[in-house]
Each structure stands twice: as structure tokens, then as C-alpha cells.
């Protein structure tokens, strides 16, 4: 279980960075301003995650950079590790990357300041077509151990996001992520790396519907608990239920029509209730209208 995260000033940290280099040749390069400027793991941590999303882009042409073949287990070893190296280097060197780069260069770096840490490999939850599929290795983020407590980050996602081009929106949201809102979107290989003190299996994780709203928790969506809704569910209405504060506004709809139509709701202690006519097709509702939860209706 991760540490009790504080509110920290770290503007003093964040305004360094800004005046670092843009690239460099040698990871040693960026860790010697790191040592010099920062002393606790805080700090360069912080520093660590800050320099890696403001100056790295995240371009998919990377996936096809390092491709490798081996004949056995030992010269795949050998492989895995220079082809580590040469990442890291052409991350720092070029600025671009996918998420091995990301993670890998900000482990290593953490490694270079004496800060325990490791990689993890795991899933992800973005679209309609991820809702309901079989568990994949497909991203990699970072765990790393400050004041003896371990924390969840993903400075691939901190850069900015991806559709159809990277748009560069720096955020330290994936900075030391709260467990509880890091398994609506990731799942790691290794359900220990989750943090959670009750365990999420891999296949519920699959099952869970696109949870967007940021403070919206998986425990917070009572019915429907899952994204797939069949059509023998419910009646001619889906019936939501909700542990959250009422928005002014819901509305949703199909297919990503241009039309949402506003539906009346209720509250109940700390329950939000709504009906959403039910029709085949990719649901989203909205709070305020800013996508909140997302379904398929099959």
C-alpha cells in the first residue's frame, strides 16, 4: 500500500527543470544536474518525472526502431540490456519515445540518484475496444520507493496524449497516482503492483466499464458495475446508480452522435439514479457535458 500522499510545494523544482537542457547525450549528463540541484528523493524524483514530460514526445514510429531477434534465452538477455541502453540513449538524444522509453529513462535515472525503483508491464483501459478484452502487456509505467514508501507513476501519459498525433500537455496527474484512481485506467502484470488494499482481479479489470471522470472511483459505480450491457439486460431503460455528488446536467449518447439528450435524475443520500433508454451501440454519459462513463451495448 502506497504512502499517504501530501500536498507539496514543488514550484521551486518544477521552475529548475525548465532551465535544463533539452536534450543530452549521456543519461550520467542529466543525473549530474540532478544530484547538484536536488537533494532529498522528493525532489529528484519530481525532477526525474518533470524533465521526462516536458521534453519528450511521444511518437509510435519508436516501435519499430529496436526490433530484435534471438536464438536462445541467454543471448535474448544479452540483447534485452543494450537494446535498454540504446533506448535510454536516443530518448535523451532525440526526445522522442513510446512508453518503454519513458519508463525506462526514468528508472534509470531514479537508479543513478540511489533511489529504489522498478518497471512495470501491463494493460490499459482508453477506448470502447478495450472494454471487455483479455488481459495485455501493452505499456509500461514506473513504481518507485520515496521515504520508504512505493508510488505509482506513468510519465508516459504525464507528456500528453496520442489521437492520431501526439499533443503535448504536460500534467503531473500520473505523478505519484493515487492506487485507487491509477486501476481505473492501468493494470499491472503482477496484481501486487496495484496498491490496492482490497485486490481488483485482471478479468473484472477487463470487465469495467471506461470510468473517465477523474474522481469517479470503481467502487463509486454500483449498476451498471460492468461496460458490456447485452441487450436482455434491464428493460427498454439501463439503470444507473452512482455513489457521487449530482452534476447540474446529465445527458449521453450513441455513437459519438452530436446530439445528447438530457435525462432526469435523482438522489438518494449519497446515491445519484438515472435511466438511460437502452439501444445497441457505444454509450457515453455525461456530467455537465464532460464525458463521465463510457458502455458498450451489445
Not at 536462445?72 to 540483447?79: F, M, S
Not at 507513476?153 to 501526439?166: E, H, I, M, S, V
Not at 496495484?194 to 478479468?203: A, D, G, R, Y
Not at 471506461?210 to 460492468?226: A, G, H
Request: hydrophobic share 35%; charged share 30%; net charge neutral.
Amino acid at each position: 500500500m502506497t504512502g499517504v500522499l501530501q500536498a507539496q510545494d514543488f514550484s521551486q523544482v518544477d521552475a529548475t527543470i525548465k532551465f535544463y537542457p533539452k536534450s543530452f547525450d549521456e543519461v550520467t549528463e542529466l543525473s549530474d544536474f540532478i544530484a547538484r540541484d536536488f537533494k532529498t528523493d522528493e525532489e529528484k524524483v519530481r525532477a526525474i518525472y518533470g524533465w521526462i514530460i516536458h521534453n519528450v514526445a511521444y511518437d509510435l514510429d519508436e516501435y519499430d526502431v529496436f526490433n530484435y531477434k534471438f536464438k536462445n534465452y541467454r543471448e535474448r538477455n544479452a540483447k534485452e540490456e543494450i537494446t535498454r541502453i540504446k533506448i535510454i540513449q536516443r530518448t535523451l538524444q532525440k526526445g522522442v519515445a513510446v512508453c518503454e522509453g519513458y519508463a525506462m529513462l526514468f528508472e534509470k535515472l531514479c537508479e543513478l540518484q540511489g533511489i529504489q525503483n522498478y518497471l512495470v508491464r501491463g494493460d490499459i483501459k482508453t477506448s470502447f475496444k478495450d472494454i471487455g478484452r483479455s488481459f495485455q502487456k501493452i505499456h509500461m509505467w514506473n513504481v518507485a520507493y520515496i521515504n520508504g514508501e512505493p508510488f505509482l507513476f506513468d510519465p508516459t501519459w504525464g507528456a500528453g496524449k496520442y489521437n492520431q498525433r501526439f499533443i503535448k500537455e504536460p500534467s503531473y496527474y500520473w505523478y505519484k497516482t493515487e492506487p485507487k484512481l491509477f486501476i481505473k485506467s492501468h493494470y499491472p502484470d503482477l496484481v501486487e503492483d496495484t496498491f490496492l488494499e482490497i485486490n481488483i482481479s485482471k478479468q473484472v479489470f477487463a470487465r469495467l466499464p471506461l470510468i473517465i471522470k477523474k474522481d469517479l472511483l470503481v467502487t463509486d459505480v454500483l449498476t451498471p458495475k460492468y461496460g458490456m450491457i447485452n441487450q436482455g439486460d434491464y428493460g427498454k431503460e439501463i439503470e444507473f446508480e452512482l455513489k457521487t455528488e449530482a452534476p447540474s446536467v446529465i445527458s449521453y449518447s450513441y455513437d459519438f452522435g452530436d446530439k445528447k439528450k438530457m435525462v432526469d435524475f435523482s438522489t438518494e443520500g449519497d446515491l445519484l439514479k438515472f435511466p438511460i433508454k437502452k439501444k445497441t451501440g457505444e454509450l457515453i454519459v455525461y456530467f455537465n457535458d464532460k464525458p463521465a462513463l463510457a458502455y458498450k451495448v451489445e
